[in-house]
């Protein structure tokens, strides 16, 4: 005779110690692979797992918590029978012969991109605030050390103004500092640095003869991509050091060329086009785009790309 009783789904344990399912349950995650999974407790203490909402406090904050809870109860019950040191036992002799599992921390910093936009090739002009455009160099310098235009004040160690000439023909052009010249407040410090002063070096140039600065002055956390209008906040201060350096050339570096052109294509489609920035007074800087130093520690064949790039850059210097 065949029974209307509903069987109830069968109570697995997967490959997985006890600590493993408190984390899970703790996580909200009831079941795997569809069936619930079996709570670690001894056989006594089953029918207390049953309804957890009992063995728990109903009052506080944590009852807004239901998969909390559950664990909760989960964790008084194995409490209560030393299952505690059981479980600590398992997750020893397992360690011996399961992989250990790491999950990846979640990224609070993401930010997201925007839509992809056509590359513009008269990029629009910025037009200075008053109190950026009159200021002389020492004073502009001051003025980015002490600026608080965006939130990336509030997380900076120092602002990073940039380094080099003024004037100079050529000017260098990266995203944001990164930690190293956050700390030390000047731009391409660490390893990416030693890099690209060899790059100066293949072209015989040193830093002192070129100037070299971030698009955006501080470091954003966890260097995540500036915001739009980090960028904007910021850009004042690219612009008016443009004009005191009057480069016949710029070299960006990296995804400093997708902010300052104004698109979202990659470094590849952009390198070996003719970009401009156009200065405030209408005057068209030829632009070139090429990877950053960073990615060059990690792609060392894409270098020859870069010299490519730099004997391209220096053409157009020695052409202006
Ligand atoms: Fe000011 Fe630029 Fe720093 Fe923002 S990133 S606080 S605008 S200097």
Redesign the pocket.
Known sequence: MVSNNLIPPALVRPNVNGLQVLWLQESGIDCLWGKPLLPLVPNNQAGALEKPENTVPTSGKLTANAPGRQAQAHKQAIQGSGGLQRLEREQQASASHQPAVYQRPARHFTRQQGQAEPLQKTPPVVVLRPDVGNLDWADLRES?VA???????AH?GQ?VFGEGAQPSDWMFVEESPGQQDDWHGQPFMGKAGALFDNMLKALGLQREMVFTTPL???RPVANIV?SKE?VA??QV?LQAQIEWVQPKCIVVFGRAANTLLLTNETIEALRGRDCFMTAKNGMQIPVVVTYHPNHLMVMQADKAKVWQDLQRARQIVHSA
């Open positions: 980015v600026c608080t235009g965006c939130g990336l004040a900076r602002a955006v002055k501080c500036p980090e906040s910021c201060f």
